[in-house]
């Protein structure tokens, strides 16, 4: 088992490599299909338990079980999902990067993990982790939380929570 730094790092560079890839890249690597360690490493960084991560994309836990243990890719839909999530973790990266902020990739999972998991009025009170089973869910989050970090969020820069 990887240790926790490594493990963080090797999260933040698959991360910013999906979100700072050419659309048409991103199309072919989920076309091509992505390892199902993807989901553990993408939960534990922001600290969501596996099978709710897999349950709130959407995900087939039997298929994702069986696929793990046969040493086989994702189906792209399944990929899709959660190089959806890699990229809103990377775009955060770098939209923080870009306005000078220092990134430290633990806090900032964390950070996610737990805006994820708490109700907003910006989707009716409901928490962002239930729409991440539709791309068009995921596009909704993806701007909601991307906004906390950009100019064009809400008129000003937010500073990450330590």
Known sequence: MMGTREGNELVKAFCLDVACAAPMERIDRVRRGIAPVWVSRLARAMRIADEHLVLYLGLDRR???????????????????IVATAKLLGDTFVA????????????????????????????????PIQYLDVTEGRELVARLWIGRYTSAGHGKSVEPAA
Request: glycine letters at 10%; hydrophobic letters at 40%; proline letters at 6%.
């Open 63 to 81: 298929a994702m079980a069986r696929r793990m243990a046969g040493g086989e890719r994702l189906d792209p839909h399944d990929s899709e999902a």
């Open 96 to 127: 923080l990067a870009a306005g000078g902020q220092a990134v430290q990739e633990v806090h900032i999972a964390r950070q996610l993990g737990m805006w994820l998991r708490t109700p907003t009025p910006d989707l009716d009170h409901q928490a």
